[in-house]
């Protein structure tokens, strides 16, 4: 009998009305020592669209993000940003393709030495050596206001919560104006309310800037809230993809088990 | 039973996967510093955290030295009836020898060790994947700026090392036997030539390639959380003396060689 892991790797299709995905994933092969995480996994994401990439810890969701950011290798597959395969690229010329792209760590991964409106300045002092100090500074303002930290400019890292600098490494993020925005957990190990709130922010700034966006998250519930469709995986394959009343109304065991536990 | 030949196979891979290791980062680093857009506002904040920073350190660890040869050297001086040498003897001793090696020692210490928990704090948080998922390029910000800042204040602070090693040697001199401070430097100098004290001093840009080098490579390649910073800490001051020793006997031989 056929189960959820012999279906094909799925065929990466341009959407519907023509255009090609500004991510797409196909076949992905990563291997750890002797452990295969991710086993032929094909993904694609459109601009303006969220997809939510869930499953248990430790099938591979974060070295997925990773693979796509460019911060490890994969072993066999392309991932393909904008229709050009970054497999293989060197470090200068994958930073281009960076510049287009907003990655959101687990932990914020907030520079420890620098206030949070040097952490948020950070991306722009590098690429953006045409701003003024003053058109800097203002950018920085108007970031950290949109992730509601807006007085909290000459803290340190160390003197905000997990929440807060999560939001902050959200407003870090974006000071490119990215088109793909990659989201790791983004609300692993917080409390119910600020999840709600780190949803609801993430909500608005996909309206805003219409951000092909991947989230990776075992939360289902703020899966629901923020994403588009939802893939799910499982021994490094997807299970499932699609909106989530196609995973409620899916016979599949691991697809009921892991909507029944979430 | 493995076979002595088994059981030395893991260390002797180790030790040529750590080389190859070590290559490949420089070949990185390298590439990544003498390719635009280059750091000049962290370059010159590392300029500060090794020169002016050390700075203090290497002072008290010249002064000491200055005092021990001193004492040492007039000692043995006496014995051959050659007092009149000591001026010279401190000198070339601490110019040509102690100096360097002592400045490099230290800082290798205090910069080794520093650079090696910095960095590998940074890696175990995630920061270093952070700069470069910004598309930053962490070898041209982070090692080269902190490489290059070793080289260029080495042969600075062994001056400072020098000079105070010479005036607290002269000052130790002084106390038992009275001596001008200009006559023990003309005295010491007598006869010295470019060769006898330049190339030493300028060996020690060298010191920096390798403290800097080692630091860097340890801290960048950390795993294993509070454990592996420690680890990466102790093995940049650890292989940055061993290994800083060992470019000194060929750096000697060099300058005998190439500066008579």
């Known amino acids: 009998m056929a189960t959820a892991y012999d279906i094909p790797a799925k065929q990466v299709e341009p959407e519907q009305d023509g255009r090609a995905p500004v991510v797409a994933v196909e076949n992905l092969r990563k ?36 693979l796509i950011i460019g911060l490890e290798t994969p072993d066999s597959g392309s991932i393909r940003i904008h229709g050009q395969d970054i497999a293989g690229l060197a470090l200068d010329r994958m930073g281009e393709i960076r510049k287009k792209m907003g990655f959101l760590f687990q932990h914020a991964a907030l520079y420890d030495s620098l206030t949070v409106g040097e952490n948020v300045a950070f991306p722009l002092v590098h690429h953006r050596r045409d701003m003024s100090k003053s058109e800097r500074g203002d950018r920085v303002k108007q970031l950290l206001a949109e992730v509601g930290m807006k007085g909290d400019l000459d803290k340190m890292p160390s003197d905000i919560s997990g929440g807060m600098q999560k939001r902050v490494g959200l ?47 075992h939360d289902l519930h703020s899966a629901r809230t923020i994403a588009d469709r939802l893939a799910l995986l499982d021994k490094g394959k997807v ?24 | 039973m493995p076979s002595v030949a088994g059981s030395a196979a893991g260390p002797v891979n180790g030790f040529f996967e750590w080389f190859g290791s070590l290559g490949i980062f420089s070949w990185q680093v390298l590439k990544a510093a003498v390719t635009p857009p280059y750091e000049w506002r962290e370059l010159i904040r590392q300029l500060d955290e090794v020169g002016s920073k050390s700075l203090s350190l290497v002072v008290m660890a010249g002064a000491a030295i200055g005092v021990i040869i001193s004492l040492e050297a007039r000692y043995s001086l006496s014995r051959f009836g050659a007092k009149s040498m000591f001026p010279s003897t401190l000198v070339y001793s601490v110019i040509q020898v102690m100096g360097p090696i002592i400045t490099g020692l230290v800082v290798s210490g205090r910069v080794g060790a520093g650079i090696g928990a910095e960095l590998a704090s940074m890696k175990v948080t995630e920061q270093i994947d952070a700069i470069e998922a910004s598309a930053i390029n962490p070898y041209r910000l982070l090692a080269a700026t902190r490489i290059l800042a070793c080289i260029l204040m080495l042969p600075l602070l062994t001056l400072a090392t020098d000079a105070c090693a010479l005036v607290t040697g002269w000052f130790a001199q002084n106390l038992v036997e009275p001596l001008s401070f200009h006559q023990f430097i003309s005295s010491g100098f007598n006869g010295a030539t470019f060769n006898a004290f330049l190339p030493p001093t300028f060996k020690t840009a060298m010191y920096g390639l390798v403290i800097g080098l080692i630091a860097c490579y340890e801290g960048m390649r950390t795993r294993g959380g509070a454990e592996g910073v420690g680890r990466a800490a102790t093995n940049s001051v650890v292989l940055g003396s061993l290994f800083l020793i060992l470019s000194d006997v060929v750096l000697v031989k060099f300058i005998l060689v190439f500066f008579p």
């Not at chain 1, 295969?36 to 499953?55: D, F, H, P």
Request: proline fraction near 3%; charge should be negative; charged fraction near 25%.
């Open chain 1, 31 to 66: 291997t750890f020592a002797s452990h295969t995480v991710l086993n032929g996994i094909s993904l694609s994401v459109g601009r303006g669209e969220t997809l939510a990439v869930l499953g248990r810890s430790g099938t591979g969701k974060s070295v997925l993000l990773r």
């Open chain 1, 171 to 217: 407003a870090r993020a974006l000071a490119l104006e990215p088109e793909i925005l990659l989201l790791d957990e983004p609300t692993a190990g917080l409390d119910p309310i600020s999840s709600g709130e780190i949803d609801d922010l993430i909500l608005m700034l996909q309206r805003e800037r219409q951000m092909a966006s991947i989230v990776v998250t």
């Open chain 1, 239 to 262: 299970v499932i993809e699609g909106r989530f009343e196609d995973l409620q109304q899916s016979d599949i065991g691991f697809v009921k088990e892991f909507l029944k536990q979430s």
